[in-house]
């Protein structure tokens, strides 16, 4: 059993979740746009893009095996990227979700962007309870550490 719970932290499975789920939202949500984003829309997007590349490149550089499922993750990772979030990648992929509605502000678009957020919430979660059983207390005292998904800004 403890096998198929970490299977079901498949990175893979979650992006099927999503991806089914967002052409299901594309196909019954109308397209009606909610305001015109102009070139702040493009602007944004473009920032949201870069800052997808640099939190998965710092993400990348500290853990080679950040796209892997927990079960494959071996040594659990405190410092760069993990230093600031215990989630980067998802982090990066809410705010790039957040990007693209902002940059395509129609009500298909937040559905998705929101459906996406919710799932990414939920695998987070997901994973944090496996990661748990796996490094005990050590994931513990990170958890008091560092913030799930938002970065604390303080001095």
Not at 59 to 83: P, W
Not at 110 to 129: D, Q, T
Request: hydrophobic share 55%; charged share 15%; with cysteine.
């Amino acid at each position: 059993m403890t096998n198929l719970k970490y299977k079901l932290t498949s990175p893979m499975l979650m992006w099927g979740i999503i991806v089914v789920g967002g052409i299901i939202l594309w196909l019954v949500v109308p397209k009606g746009q909610l305001f015109n984003s102009g070139i702040l829309g493009w602007v944004i997007l473009v920032l949201g893009i870069v800052n997808w590349l640099y939190v998965g490149k710092a993400a990348i550089n500290v853990h080679k095996k950040v796209a892997a499922s927990v079960n494959n993750i071996d040594k659990l990772i405190t410092e760069g990227a993990y230093g600031v979030v215990r989630h980067p990648i998802y982090a990066a992929d809410i705010v790039l979700f957040l990007c693209v509605f902002l940059f395509e502000p129609t009500y298909s678009v937040l559905f998705i962007a929101a459906w996406a957020i919710i799932v990414f919430v939920f695998w987070a979660g997901l994973e944090e309870r496996m990661l748990e059983d796996k490094f005990l207390e050590d994931y513990r005292n990170y958890k008091q550490r560092v913030p799930m998904l938002i970065p604390r800004f303080k001095k």
